[in-house]
Each structure stands twice: as structure tokens, then as C-alpha cells.
């Protein structure tokens, strides 16, 4: 009798788990799912997206430059070259000239975009301006003529006594 009552209770515990079981996939499954608000991007993701697409326009636009100016591996090292020299870091910009001539990019272009960067004179430091960005301009157009300078405001009339 002991051994049935044992039986009978496993069968009637197995039978309510899978009752369980069965119930509450069929709860899961008829339950509205739960929806989760459109998730915000932290600031850095958001300047990491924007970094990422600024950086592919740039390539693109540089892709249109003849000859082999607009490679990628041409505008990223003949920039760093520019900024290299800007930063009067002669010796790995030569380093870094091996590579640049090794991939067969144009050394005429990278005078030119140094020439550029060179003819626009120092970076003010309270404008929002970076070098990266101006040798980026010097590199897709060498020949733009250096930006106006800053207009200063004109100084006040003397006060009259």
C-alpha cells in the first residue's frame, strides 16, 4: 500500500507540473509582449556614430580626387604626414613617408596639401577649427585660398570729456 501511495503522489506531482508547464507557456505565449521604449543613446555613442559617419564622408569625398590622391590608404597617411610636419615631427613624418610612397600614393599632392595647410597659418585656439580638419580641407582641395581672417571688433570711440 506504501508503495502505491508513493506512486500515486509522483503521478499527481508530475501531472501538476506539467499542467503548470502547459498553463504557463500557454499564459507566456497569449501574453502581449512587453514593449521596451525606443532605447536612448548614451552621449558617447551618439559622438562615436558621428565620428564613424564623418569619417566615411570624408573618405568619399576624398575618393573623388584624381589619381591615386583618393585612395583611402593615400588620404589617411598623407594627412597624418601634413600633421606630422605641422608639428615639426620631421622624423616620423619621413618614417611615415615610407609608407605613404610605398602604397604609390602622389608625393606632388601631399606638397601641395602641406603647402596649403602651411599658407593658412597657425590655428587660432579659441576657434573651434582642429588641424585634423584642416588637413582634411587641404588634402580634398589644396588649391582653397586661406580663410579671411577673423573680423576684430572695432575699438571703442575715446570717451569724450
Known amino acids: 500500500m506504501l508503495c502505491s501511495v508513493r506512486t500515486l503522489a509522483?503521478?499527481?506531482l508530475g501531472g501538476f507540473i506539467l499542467t503548470a508547464a502547459a498553463s504557463g507557456g500557454a499564459l507566456a505565449q497569449s501574453a502581449a509582449p512587453e514593449q521596451k521604449p525606443a532605447?536612448?543613446?548614451s552621449p558617447e555613442e551618439q559622438a562615436k556614430e558621428?565620428?564613424?559617419r564623418r569619417s566615411v564622408e570624408e573618405y568619399a569625398e576624398a575618393a573623388?580626387?584624381?589619381?591615386?590622391?583618393?585612395?583611402?590608404?593615400?588620404v589617411w597617411?598623407?594627412?597624418r604626414i601634413?600633421?606630422?610636419?605641422?608639428?615639426?615631427?620631421?622624423?616620423?613624418a619621413r618614417r611615415h613617408m615610407e609608407l605613404y610612397e610605398r602604397f604609390g600614393c602622389p608625393t606632388e599632392h601631399l606638397k601641395i596639401?602641406?603647402?596649403?595647410?602651411?599658407?593658412?597659418?597657425?590655428?587660432?585656439?579659441?576657434a573651434q577649427e582642429?588641424?585634423?580638419?584642416?588637413?582634411?580641407?587641404?588634402?580634398?582641395?589644396?588649391?582653397a585660398p586661406p580663410p579671411a581672417p577673423a573680423a576684430t571688433a572695432p575699438a571703442a570711440p575715446p570717451a569724450q570729456q
Not at 64 to 74: F, H, I, Q, V, Y
Not at 130 to 143: F, G, I, K, M
Open 82 to 92: 601634413a600633421m606630422l610636419l605641422w608639428r615639426d615631427d620631421i622624423d616620423t
Open 64 to 74: 573623388k580626387l584624381p589619381g591615386n590622391a583618393g585612395l583611402p590608404e593615400c
Open 130 to 143: 582642429r588641424l585634423s580638419e584642416r588637413a582634411h580641407a587641404c588634402w580634398v582641395n589644396p588649391d
Open 50 to 52: 558621428e565620428a564613424l
Open 39 to 41: 532605447e536612448q543613446k
Open 10 to 12: 509522483a503521478a499527481l
Open 77 to 79: 597617411s598623407g594627412r
Open 113 to 126: 596639401a602641406f603647402r596649403c595647410l602651411v599658407r593658412q597659418g597657425n590655428i587660432d585656439s579659441k
